[in-house]
């Protein structure tokens, strides 16, 4: 996620509170000096076998360098 850091703080303390969601994991948590998925929407990550990538941070980072 992307944003003011409150926000981005109240949006993932009402993901972990909410029952629906189990084994929440932070993969990254670092302030940035522009955003990298400025036109993105809110969505699922597909599974992750096949993207080339070894783990779900890689690839996030992945989709960031290809618009």
Do not use: C
């Amino acid at each position: 996620m992307e944003g003011a850091q409150r926000r981005v703080f109240q949006r993932m303390e009402a993901i972990i509170t909410d029952r629906r969601h189990s084994a929440v994991r932070i993969l990254r948590e670092v302030a940035i000096a522009e955003r990298r998925f400025e036109s993105w929407s809110f969505g699922a990550l597909p599974l992750m076998s096949g993207h080339g990538a070894e783990n779900p941070e890689d690839f996030v980072l992945n989709l960031s360098r290809h618009p």
